[in-house]
């Protein structure tokens, strides 16, 4: 079983539609995760962390459930400009070191 | 405001040749990393270190090696190069804290032949 794992997509939404991604986790000592993003041929960026309370920055909702070992993404009103790969990210060691992603979920918006 | 830099940002190697990819990062982090991504996957750790004169194993460490000599730099090494290692590969350095964002270099794509 891999250590993080997506659902490869591709997921092909409208603009203005709400899309959801799930990532789970199976080192239930895991400290950290984020989700990152990745445009076609170019390094991945931070999209944002995601905390237990669960985080919002603007269109872009995150959740984790520890307890069902499972880190979510919501985009509310996709835009032209949300196409890209999204990475699930997690810290996996007790040590905090070692960060391991997901293979990804792909995202393109029509218009 | 260089941040990530990684040297080569292309190159093309034969079976059984070695050489070296170099990450050079001017944020004074602790920690460093090298991932390879292959067409339509994610990331996947080669190694990893989380201050000079350490290194550390990754999900797939097999075939390269890694020198951490000075804190600002992380070195690649493949040895024996196999087409099997035709990748691009990704170096970043870690901002301080459990929950501190990684910083990637534009990635270095290699092909074996």
């Known amino acids: 079983r891999k250590e993080v794992e997506q659902d490869p997509g591709p997921f092909n939404v409208p603009e203005g539609a709400t899309v959801a991604f799930n990532c789970t986790y199976s080192n239930s000592a895991s400290q950290s995760f984020f989700w990152y993003r990745q445009d076609c041929r170019k390094e991945p960026k931070l999209l944002m962390s995601v905390y237990s309370s669960g985080n919002e920055d603007g269109r872009f909702t995150a959740q984790l459930n520890r307890a069902s070992q499972y880190i979510s993404l919501l985009i509310r009103d996709s835009k032209l400009s949300d196409s890209a790969t999204y990475l699930c990210v997690v810290n996996y060691s007790s040590s905090a070191s070692k960060i391991i992603f997901g293979s990804g979920t792909r995202l393109s918006i029509r218009p | 405001n260089a941040g990530v830099t990684q040297t080569p940002k292309f190159r093309v190697l034969k079976t059984g040749q070695s050489m070296t990819l170099l990450c050079a990062q001017d944020m004074n982090h602790e920690y460093m990393y090298w991932y390879r991504q292959d067409p339509g996957m994610g990331l996947r750790l080669i190694h990893y270190?989380?201050?000079?004169?350490?290194?550390a194993k990754g999900e797939v460490p097999d075939g390269y090696n890694v020198s951490r000599l000075k804190k600002q730099n992380f070195l690649l090494g493949l040895e024996s190069a196999a087409p099997s290692q035709t990748s691009v590969y990704f170096c970043?350095?870690?901002?301080?804290?459990?929950?501190?964002?990684?910083?990637f270099g534009e990635g270095s794509r290699l092909t074996v032949l």
């Open positions: 970043a350095s870690r901002a301080p804290g459990v929950t501190g964002e990684l910083f």
């Open positions: 270190s989380v201050g000079e004169g350490t290194t």
